[in-house]
C-alpha cells in the first residue's frame, strides 16, 4: 500500500459524458501527478501540483482539467470524452518538487471506460 | 516520439537465474533514471534509480547499469524469483524537472 487513495476504481460512462478522478496523496506529500496509461502504452504525464499550483503540465488536453485543493488532494476532471479516453489514470504524489531522488509513489489507479 | 523505449515487450527467465531488462533512450538531457514494478491491478511501485552522474547502482537483488555514451541502461536481476514477475518500467527525468517519462514496459515472467 503506497498511502496514495484513488476513487472510483472503476468508471464506465458514456461518449460526451463527464467525470471526475479523486485522489488523496500520501500524508505529507505536497506534489500530486496524474499520469494516463492507455492499452499497451507507458505512462504518459498529464500534470503536476504543488502545494495548490500547477507545477508543470504534459500532453494533457485542453478537455481534461485537474486541480489540487487546499488539504492537498486533487482531482482529474475528463468532459466531452471520447472512446479514445478509455485508460487507466494514475495518480502518484511525492513530498518536494524539483530535486533529485523525489521518489513518486503511486495509487492503484483508476480504470476509465467510455462507452 | 518516443523518449525512452523498451524494445522488448516481454521475457521469460527461469527462477534463479539472471533476468537482464534493458531502456533506451533518446534525450541527453535527461538526469536521473527509475524502474518501476507493476503488478495487475497496482500501481507502479518504486524499484531503484540512477543519477546521470553514476554508472551503476546495486540495491540487494536489483543493479542497475546507465551507459550514458549509448543512452542506455538495463536493470539485473539476480538471483530471479517467481515473486518478481511482472511489468517493469523504465522512466526518465529531466533536469530541473519532476515529470516522469515512461517507456512502455517489459513483462517479465519467472518460471520454476
Known amino acids: 500500500d503506497s498511502g496514495v487513495t484513488q476513487t472510483p476504481k472503476h468508471l464506465i460512462t458514456a461518449t460526451g459524458q463527464r467525470v471526475t478522478l479523486r485522489c488523496s496523496p500520501r500524508?505529507?506529500?505536497?506534489?500530486v501527478y496524474w499520469y494516463q496509461q492507455s492499452l499497451d502504452q507507458g505512462l504518459q504525464f498529464l500534470i503536476q501540483?504543488?502545494?495548490?499550483?500547477?507545477?508543470a503540465k504534459g500532453n494533457i488536453l485542453e478537455r481534461f482539467s485537474a486541480q489540487q485543493f487546499p488539504d492537498l488532494h486533487s482531482e482529474l476532471n475528463l468532459s466531452s470524452l471520447e472512446l479514445g479516453d478509455s485508460a487507466l489514470y494514475f495518480c502518484?504524489?511525492?513530498?518536494?518538487?524539483?530535486?533529485?531522488?523525489?521518489?513518486?509513489?503511486f495509487g492503484p489507479g483508476t480504470r476509465l471506460t467510455v462507452l | 516520439d518516443q523518449q525512452v523505449k523498451q524494445n522488448s515487450p516481454s521475457l521469460s527467465v527461469q527462477e534463479g537465474r539472471i533476468s537482464i531488462l534493458n531502456c533506451d533512450y533518446t534525450?541527453?538531457?535527461?538526469?536521473?533514471f527509475l524502474w518501476y514494478k507493476k503488478y495487475p491491478a497496482e500501481g507502479p511501485t518504486f524499484l531503484i534509480s540512477?543519477?546521470?552522474?553514476?554508472d551503476k547502482n546495486e540495491d540487494g537483488r536489483f543493479t542497475v547499469f546507465l551507459n550514458k555514451s549509448a543512452k542506455h541502461l538495463s536493470l539485473h536481476i539476480v538471483p530471479s524469483q517467481p515473486g518478481d514477475s511482472a511489468v517493469y518500467f523504465c522512466?526518465?527525468?529531466?533536469?530541473?524537472?519532476?515529470?516522469?517519462?515512461f517507456g512502455t514496459g517489459t513483462r517479465l515472467q519467472v518460471f520454476p
Open positions: 534525450n541527453s538531457m535527461f538526469d536521473y
Open positions: 501540483y504543488y502545494n495548490g499550483e500547477e507545477r
Open positions: 540512477i543519477s546521470s552522474i553514476k
Open positions: 500524508s505529507g506529500d505536497l506534489s
Open positions: 502518484a504524489s511525492s513530498v518536494l518538487s524539483g530535486s533529485l531522488y523525489n521518489e513518486q509513489f
Open positions: 522512466a526518465a527525468v529531466g533536469y530541473n524537472t519532476d515529470k516522469l517519462i
